[in-house]
C-alpha cells in the first residue's frame, strides 16, 4: 500500500528558514514525481513546487520561485524542500503529493498520491 509522509513543519518568524521533507513508501521499483501544495485558511488549495522522477525537471509557483529549493535524492521516493526568506503569507497547511507523471503531480485535480499536511506558520 502506497503511503506519503510529510514532516518538517513549524513556527519561525519572517526570514527565516525551514526544510520540508517528504516520503513514498510501498512503491518502491517505481520512481515518483513528488510536489509540495499550500493551504491557506479560508484559501483554496496552491501549488508550490514539484520535481520529477529523476530530478530532470522542477517547477516552482511565481509566489516561491527565488526563495523555495526542491531537491531528491536520485530516484528515491524521498524529496527536501527548502524554504528560505519565509514570509506571513507563506504560512499553510503544506501537503506532499506523488504520482507517476509529472504532468499530473503539477495538476492539482489529477494528484494520485497525497500526504497528510504538515503546518507552516511563518510570524510577522
Known amino acids: 500500500q502506497v503511503q506519503l509522509v510529510g514532516s518538517g513543519g513549524g513556527l519561525v518568524q519572517a526570514g527565516d528558514s525551514l526544510r520540508l521533507s517528504c516520503t513514498l513508501s510501498?512503491?518502491?521499483?517505481?520512481?515518483?514525481?513528488l510536489g509540495w501544495y499550500r493551504q491557506a485558511p479560508g484559501k483554496e488549495r496552491e501549488f508550490v513546487t514539484a520535481?520529477?522522477?529523476?530530478?530532470?525537471?522542477?517547477k516552482y509557483a511565481d509566489a516561491v520561485k527565488g526563495r523555495f529549493t526542491i531537491s531528491r535524492d536520485g530516484h528515491e521516493n524521498t524529496a527536501s524542500l527548502q524554504m528560505n526568506s519565509l514570509k506571513p503569507e507563506d504560512t499553510a497547511v503544506y501537503y506532499c503529493?506523488?504520482?507517476?507523471?509529472?504532468?499530473?503531480?503539477?495538476?492539482?485535480?489529477?494528484?494520485?498520491?497525497w500526504g497528510q499536511g504538515t503546518q507552516v506558520t511563518v510570524s510577522s
Open positions: 503529493a506523488a504520482d507517476q507523471s509529472f504532468q499530473r503531480v503539477i495538476d492539482l485535480s489529477a494528484v494520485r498520491y
Open positions: 520535481i520529477s522522477w529523476n530530478g530532470g525537471s522542477t
Open positions: 510501498g512503491s518502491p521499483f517505481v520512481s515518483h514525481a
